[in-house]
């Protein structure tokens, strides 16, 4: 494979954009990216998106997208992966690069969730799960989480409280980043007071659904364009997956794809944990931030959350995440989440992230989209230096 | 780009499964493929489905599948590009072979659209349309596909009648597949008689929404273990698109899609038309069959009909198309057809055709699966030898 590089990127504010559709949010991240990047001869798009055919009854996405950033004519495809589909899009673009099959792609992730119902987008979401052994059963993915939080707490003897780290750094990260939903900062005691959503997650351990879209320009080395940002080299993008229903998992609070697809990441480029400085993980519920640092390696079984109330996690911390506010404050607009990542880990290496949450000295940065309860996960390492 | 070759096939039949869900009908073609090329090592499926989320509110379904297949931790991924998604899951499995990326992969198409009721199959396809500006008007795909019919009649003179052609070999070639949805001729005479459905589209010009499932296991060059079929090499699978709505097009009647798509796959293999010994074509309805046929460049313009009543698409024609009776009279479950083309045309290589279907001395075919009416196209060229 020939290496890869981000040469551009575009997002569009988190918000409910109840003025423009699919299609017009979409083109907005892609002609900023298009933009950011020189204006490239694009010949792929490839979009992440999970609900367009359940939420807005539009199914072949991609060329109706395409069309409409006037990039007619060229090969367009949509990758649903759940949550993990924007992610899922950007692994495609990369293989195509890298294979030589085309010379610049575009990965596009983009999400509306709400246009339609609470109701609609609930039973959308809980379309990721197994429809016939979970969903079935009126359980939704608060509930899931729920679930898995309890026995976290049970297992390794936590208080609910000692969650408040995760939501308070996301809380604060994402005031200083414009494009995020939220921009107000959780005090401790607001946290325990919030209100119940699913015993013991509470509505501030829960990232909000929202709309949005994000885009990644991708160009193969030899024929990158003297664009005017410094390029950002794709060391790894790795999928892992496990069982889609928790109840056929050995040890629920292992997350297996986490840990293959986190593993195989850092063979590929090539590294050891040490290394990574910056990791944007997927941060939907408190529980699943906790469960993806074990599972990823950064955090011994039952460690994560005494590592995040000693403040390992923050922007002055060894190793910061959710620094643009995370799914948590920025929002979760799912199919877009995995690029909105990728594109925040890039404006870190470009020296581009508002100030205060600039850092300093990233060599390599981890982005990871998860989606189901740890069905699917897409890990990415992005670098300074060529791979 | 390193050779890739289809070492394994599987189909299920082609019917109203109403005994089995979506994810056992992929597993039992995933497992009959797997079987075909001696249990190979998969490392990734891709997965090629439209409607999962709109039908059985199922979304993150590759790893559902992945799961239930005994493949549980491995790359999966959904590809989504209407009733092309069978081809484009394709095109990504070979990207990610070819790249290096995986050494073995496998595509699959599942689609179930008898499971609800016949207003939500249409609905569902409806998606391939452009939500705000045709379906939104309540137009569904056989009334577009009536326009083009009606517009191609008055433009070059044609009768109603003189399609039959299409109509008769199609079912004449499924009544030896025994995986077809339909087993009976028709006579030129019935096909007049038949109803009407959107003027000029009668139900026998229609192909048949079904149940149904494809796979292909495909493999690099230089890990093919020694299956026992021949292997089939992939000598180009390209995607080409257009506009989505059919007044966004200055012509109709050309399909700017499928002539890009089948430029770009013919230069990739370095051949031109004269070397492609069977088409399996997306004749969806049979005016598809016309406009495919032209704007591929296999007939001049407005010329395909009248080829068609010469018999030069028959099996003893010059460019057999439909060989196992086509979307038409095998059936169209719209996310597994490109890949049911692909097997179709692996068993014409392979001399595993039923008689007296088999074709001598074929070379290359070239499959085409197209999303929506023309929009998205993928173009697919097998050979019997390596590229």
């Known amino acids: 494979m020939r290496p890869v590089a ?12 109840w003025d423009v559709g699919l299609r017009e949010l979409a083109v907005q991240a892609i002609w900023a990216a298009l933009e950011d990047a020189a204006d490239p001869k694009v010949e792929a798009l490839f979009v992440g998106n999970m609900l367009s055919g ?40 990369v293989l195509a690069v890298a294979s030589g099959a085309v010379r610049t792609a575009v990965a596009v992730g983009v999400e ?10 609930t039973e959308g979401l809980a379309s ?12 939704s993915f608060v509930a899931l989480n729920a679930l898995l939080m309890r026995r976290y707490m049970h297992e390794y003897g936590y208080q609910k409280s000692d969650f408040a780290p995760f939501v308070q750094l996301a809380h604060e990260n994402a005031q200083a980043n414009p494009n995020a939903l939220f921009h107000f900062e959780v005090g401790r005691d607001q946290y325990e007071k ?10 501030l351990d829960s990232s909000p659904v929202a709309d949005g879209a994000a885009a990644v320009v ?4 030899e024929t990158r364009a003297a664009g005017p940002q410094i390029p950002v080299w794709v060391h790894a993008c790795e999928i892992g997956t496990d069982t889609i229903a928790l109840d056929n998992r050995k040890d629920p609070l292992w997350m297996k794809g986490v840990e293959v697809s986190t593993r195989k990441a850092l063979q590929r480029a090539s590294l050891d944990h040490s290394r990574i400085r910056l990791f944007e993980l997927h941060d939907a519920f408190s529980i699943m931030s906790a469960l993806s640092l074990e599972s990823a390696g950064f955090a011994e079984q039952g460690q994560a959350v005494r590592l995040a109330n000693e403040g390992i996690f923050q922007l002055t911390g060894r190793l910061p995440m959710a620094t643009a506010g995370g799914l948590k404050a920025r929002g979760h607009p799912v199919g877009a989440t995995g690029i909105y990542q990728i594109v925040e880990a890039v404006l870190q ?9 600039q850092l300093e000295g990233v060599e390599y940065a981890m982005t990871q989209n998860i989606g189901g309860s740890g069905a699917s996960v897409v890990t990415t390492i992005l670098g300074r230096n060529k791979p």
């Not at 981000?6 to 954009?17: A, K, L, N, S």
């Not at 991708?218 to 080395?221: F, G, L, V």
């Open 54 to 93: 359940m939420m807005a009854s539009q199914e072949h996405l991609a060329v109706l997208i395409a069309d409409y950033a006037g990039l007619r004519g060229i090969e367009a495809v949509k990758v649903e992966l759940a949550c993990a589909s924007g992610a899922a899009a950007f692994r495609q673009a």
């Open 218 to 221: 991708i160009t193969a080395e």
């Open 349 to 357: 290496f470009q020296q581009r992230a508002p100030q205060p949450l």
């Open 112 to 121: 509306k969730l709400t246009e339609r119902s609470i109701h609609a987008t």
């Open 194 to 203: 919030s209100r119940m959503v699913a015993d013991p997650i509470c509505l």
């Open 6 to 17: 981000i040469t551009g990127v575009g997002q569009t504010p988190v918000r409910e954009h």
């Open 128 to 139: 990721a799960a197994d429809a016939d052994y979970e969903a079935a059963m009126g359980i």
